[in-house]
């Protein structure tokens, strides 16, 4: 979603403090549950793309899986994000896919998620998924680890293309922002 924006743009610091001071009225008591976030960045509960990319991002930084975001998950969200390098973002765009914890993406996380997309390749999800899996999966063991993913990922746009990696997700932040009440 964000990537589709450019890879240069940046969001300014008046913006990024807008977004905390919104936090800080939107949850006085601290904590931002999922459904406040998806309120915030005016998340219609009828696009199903938007809604599981909220909440992949909700859950990816709820690093204490509590079910909420403190203050500071929401700011190291909002640096990664906003000012984090290529590599950073493609870690955190690893654990966005990594829907089990195990530290390595199956067909089926990949497949889930090119599913979710909509492309004009006239290839099918499992096509396009063989095909990433050839293009990365460097010691052929049908599981993706962070090495493979980030190796994969920079060496090859279509591969970065394909898996629509959220490396650059100021786009839709910036984009969204305009909804904020």
Known sequence: MGQEESHNEEIDLAQVQELCVIFMKE???GAQHLHKLQMIFGVPSSSEEESLYI?????SFDTNKDNALDFLEYVVALHLILRGNLEDRLKW???MYDKDGNDRLDRNEIIYKIKLQKTDIS???SEICDRIFELVDQNHDGQITLFEFME???KDEWVMNMLKLDVNATGWVIQNCGKLP
Do not use: D, H, V
Not at 55 to 59: M, R, V
């Open 27 to 29: 949850c006085p008591s």
């Open 55 to 59: 909440e992949t991002i909700f859950y």
């Open 93 to 95: 765009s690893f654990k």
């Open 123 to 125: 290839l099918t999800p």
């Open 152 to 154: 994969g990922a920079q």
